[in-house]
């Protein structure tokens, strides 16, 4: 005679279907850990992008900062004693080199060592050569503007590439315009956190601006 011991049958179904129960659940389990993990990932993916952006656009300012600096030193440092004016030009018939003639020959009655635009004594700033159309793509081109009064005043661009060199194989840059008339001066400078063109950068751009009018 064949006798059932229920008890054991009752207790063999529970355990199968407790053991049917752990899988699910632990998959369930494992996907909210994955995706909470996911979602915290691209958070921190998103923080250092932003970081490294705000990191780039600071040192973008401060490239834009001294191409600025640098322009204004440069054009108030040597001044045509004839018309008191920069020696960025600012006409058709005063360039860079016949104001830094005039210049010179001042400084050779003072002693001084005559200076020359680039190659040798040259002006320099930031270990570049300002008015070097070979390393800093220097030129010059026409200008005009409208003045507060409506007239129309002509006068001549400048045009050059600041190399901010860092001392350990890299360089910031900053583009540099300087318009310029007979009475304003607008210089434009455009910081790089890494010079355009460097490989595998994507370069933030901030740009400050300096107007003057001159009396």
């Known amino acids: 005679m064949i006798?059932?011991?229920?008890?054991?049958?009752?207790?063999?179904?529970?355990?199968?279907?407790t053991k049917?129960?752990?899988l699910p659940f632990t998959l369930l389990i494992?996907?909210?850990?994955?995706?909470?993990?996911?979602?915290?990932?691209?958070?921190?993916?998103?923080?250092?992008y932003f970081s490294k952006l705000s990191r780039d656009s600071q040192?973008?300012?401060?490239?834009?900062?001294?191409?600025?600096?640098c322009a204004i030193a440069i054009d108030d440092a040597y001044i045509d004693p004839a018309t008191g004016l920069g020696i960025f030009e600012s006409s058709n018939s005063?360039?860079?080199?016949?104001?830094?003639?005039?210049?010179?020959?001042?400084?050779?009655?003072?002693?001084?060592?005559?200076?020359?635009?680039?190659n040798g004594n040259s002006i320099k700033c930031a270990t570049s050569e300002i008015f070097n159309p070979a390393t800093n793509g220097f030129?010059?081109?026409a200008y005009s503007r409208t003045?507060?009064?409506?007239?129309?005043?002509?006068?001549?661009?400048?045009?050059?590439t600041l190399h901010i060199n860092l001392g350990d194989s890299t360089e910031r840059c900053a583009k540099?315009?300087?318009?310029?008339?007979?009475?304003?001066?607008?210089?434009?400078?455009?910081?790089?956190?890494?010079c355009p063109g460097t490989r595998g950068s994507a370069p933030v751009e901030r740009a400050v601006i300096s107007e003057t009018e001159i009396k």
């Open 94 to 118: 005063m360039d860079a080199a016949a104001v830094l003639g005039k210049v010179n020959e001042e400084r050779v009655l003072k002693s001084l060592t005559p200076v020359t635009l680039y």
């Open 139 to 141: 030129i010059t081109q």
């Open 20 to 22: 049917g129960f752990v």
């Open 59 to 69: 040192f973008s300012y401060y490239a834009a900062d001294n191409g600025l600096m």
């Open 147 to 160: 003045n507060s009064t409506g007239g129309l005043e002509s006068g001549r661009t400048s045009i050059f």
């Open 176 to 194: 540099v315009t300087v318009n310029k008339t007979s009475n304003y001066r607008q210089i434009i400078s455009q910081g790089y956190a890494s």
């Open 30 to 48: 494992c996907s909210i850990l994955l995706a909470v993990s996911t979602a915290i990932s691209l958070i921190l993916v998103k923080e250092l």
């Open 3 to 17: 006798k059932f011991n229920f008890y054991k049958i009752i207790r063999g179904l529970k355990i199968i279907k």
